[in-house]
């Protein structure tokens, strides 16, 4: 199956979107609606999730995490942690804390990675951080109010980390700036990465993604790890179209995170992402559905009946209708005119057709004879086309 053709959509699931009746758009809240899928881990949790709800889902990982075998240096690090017996603890994400633990048993060295870190006292990002932890046995004495490494930080510094040694358990994107905080204050610190990412195999998936993106044939990009984010703007740049990929993020193309941690290179480089109030992949859907409902879903009464625009799916008066891609990018941009007339040269503009009348006219005749009542798209003589509400 083509990586980026959409997967076959399991049954929808309930949602709390409310919908016109005679529809069933309340079962399918992202019906009509393209989104793109970076991550690798956990992937398929995120693409049946957003499947159910109705969206159709392209999915190109930007990286995976490299096989724990192969992480010699993991075990490396691990050793250098109990040799160090340090004085303190940071685990940042349940995974890490168990591939961690996972991968120093596979080197017989689990049981004294066990005992170091039992007496050390533990600081924990959040609530599954801290399940990992005590999954292993381990006792944590402090939790980020925030979730977020900073305040933990804040929390060793308001206490004193001067002459103590302190691991930080990293999560694939290194927070350079905490690392440095903890070191000016006096403390020896030491990290240890579980995870680390590795271009995916399929290298061709991004790019294709990427030029979705560009296009404008995209809705939402998700993101759930930083290091991602990094990887589309490396691949952007040797595409040559990494302007054109932020304009479309600016613009066209909206982008949502699971975090502050993942969304902190978007914000570096202008784009400003959709952040759900609690770090987890169920606010982050959540978000994203009430996102699109209010922002792009598009309805109109008119005198050919009532007009709803979802993405690219089409419903006049509850009946599906199939729109070429020029269209319907005329019809959403008489849509969102609500009925006042829209001049044919910015008509033309829009769709990129240069001032060619004669392609324009096409256009509106493809788009009338594909409707239900061609009579919904009216001519204006001299000034340009409306709908007819």
Same mark, same amino acid.
């Given at each position: 199956?083509?990586?980026?053709?959409?997967?076959?959509? @399991? +049954?929808?699931?309930?949602?709390?979107?409310?919908?016109?009746?005679?529809?069933?758009? $309340?079962?399918?809240?992202?019906?009509?609606?393209?989104?793109?899928?970076?991550?690798?881990?956990?992937?398929?949790?995120?693409? /049946?999730?957003?499947?159910?709800?109705?969206?159709?889902?392209?999915?190109?990982?930007?990286?995976?995490?490299?096989?724990?075998?192969?992480?010699?240096?993991?075990?490396?690090?691990?050793?250098?942690?109990?040799?160090?017996? @340090?004085?303190?603890?940071?685990?940042?994400?349940?995974?890490?804390?168990?591939? =961690?633990? /996972?991968?120093?048993?596979?080197?017989?060295?689990?049981?004294?990675? *066990?005992?170091?870190?039992?007496?050390?006292?533990?600081?924990?990002?959040?609530?599954?951080?801290?399940?990992?932890?005590?999954?292993? %046995?381990? $006792?944590?004495? +402090?939790? &980020?109010?925030?979730?977020?490494?900073?305040? #933990?930080?804040?929390?060793?510094?308001?206490?004193?980390?001067?002459?103590?040694?302190?691991?930080?358990?990293?999560?694939?994107?290194?927070?350079?700036?905490?690392?440095?905080? *903890?070191?000016?204050?006096?403390?020896?610190?030491?990290?240890?990465?579980?995870?680390? =990412?590795?271009?995916?195999?399929?290298?061709?998936?991004?790019?294709?993604?990427?030029?979705? $993106?560009?296009?404008?044939?995209?809705?939402?990009?998700?993101?759930?790890?930083?290091?991602?984010?990094?990887?589309? =703007?490396?691949?952007?740049?040797?595409?040559?179209?990494?302007?054109?990929?932020?304009?479309?993020?600016?613009?066209?193309?909206?982008?949502?995170?699971?975090? @502050?941690?993942? $969304?902190?290179?978007?914000?570096?480089?202008?784009?400003?992402?959709?952040?759900?109030?609690?770090?987890?992949?169920?606010?982050?859907?959540?978000?994203?559905?009430?996102?699109?409902?209010?922002?792009?879903?598009?309805?109109?009464?008119?005198? &050919?009946?009532?007009?709803?625009?979802? %993405?690219?799916?089409?419903?006049?008066?509850?009946?599906?209708?199939?729109?070429?891609?020029?269209? *319907?990018?005329?019809?959403?941009? #008489?849509?969102?005119?609500?009925?006042?007339?829209? &001049?044919?040269?910015? *008509? &033309? /503009?829009?769709?990129?057709?240069?001032?060619?009348?004669?392609?324009?006219?096409?256009?509106?005749?493809?788009?009338?004879?594909?409707?239900?009542? %061609?009579?919904?798209?009216?001519?204006?003589?001299?000034? +340009?086309?409306?709908?007819?509400?």
């Amino acid at each position: 199956m083509n990586a980026l053709a959409p997967t076959e959509a @399991p +049954g929808a699931a309930p949602s709390q979107t409310e919908e016109a009746p005679g529809r069933e758009a $309340a079962d399918s809240p992202l019906e009509g609606f393209r989104i793109g899928v970076t991550s690798h881990r956990r992937s398929q949790d995120l693409i /049946e999730a957003l499947e159910r709800r109705g969206a159709e889902v392209l999915h190109a990982p930007a990286l995976k995490i490299a096989p724990v075998q192969e992480d010699i240096r993991l075990i490396e690090d691990t050793k250098a942690v109990i040799a160090a017996k @340090p004085d303190l603890c940071i685990a940042t994400t349940a995974y890490g804390m168990r591939r =961690w633990c /996972e991968a120093a048993d596979s080197f017989g060295i689990g049981e004294q990675l *066990l005992e170091t870190l039992g007496n050390c006292r533990m600081f924990v990002r959040g609530p599954k951080a801290r399940g990992a932890v005590r999954a292993a %046995g381990l $006792a944590d004495v +402090g939790i &980020s109010s925030d979730e977020t490494t900073a305040t #933990l930080v804040d929390m060793l510094l308001a206490e004193g980390v001067r002459g103590k040694t302190v691991v930080v358990q990293l999560h694939g994107y290194t927070d350079v700036r905490q690392l440095e905080r *903890l070191r000016m204050s006096g403390a020896t610190v030491l990290t240890v990465t579980p995870y680390r =990412w590795v271009k995916p195999d399929g290298e061709d998936r991004l790019p294709r993604l990427i030029e979705a $993106a560009c296009s404008g044939n995209l809705d939402v990009l998700t993101f759930t790890s930083a290091p991602a984010v990094d990887a589309m =703007w490396s691949t952007a740049h040797e595409m040559g179209v990494y302007k054109q990929l932020i304009e479309s993020l600016q613009t066209t193309v909206t982008t949502a995170v699971v975090g @502050p941690v993942t $969304a902190q290179p978007l914000l570096d480089a202008g784009v400003t992402p959709l952040i759900p109030e609690r770090f987890r992949m169920g606010a982050l859907i959540r978000l994203v559905c009430e996102h699109l409902a209010l922002n792009h879903v598009r309805r109109l009464d008119t005198r &050919s009946g009532n007009i709803e625009l979802r %993405g690219r799916s089409l419903r006049i008066d509850g009946q599906p209708v199939e729109l070429a891609p020029a269209p *319907l990018l005329l019809l959403r941009a #008489l849509l969102g005119a609500g009925g006042a007339v829209l &001049s044919r040269e910015s *008509l &033309s /503009e829009l769709l990129e057709l240069r001032g060619s009348v004669h392609a324009l006219d096409m256009t509106v005749s493809r788009l009338r004879s594909s409707l239900p009542d %061609g009579r919904l798209v009216e001519t204006v003589v001299k000034r +340009g086309y409306r709908l007819r509400v």
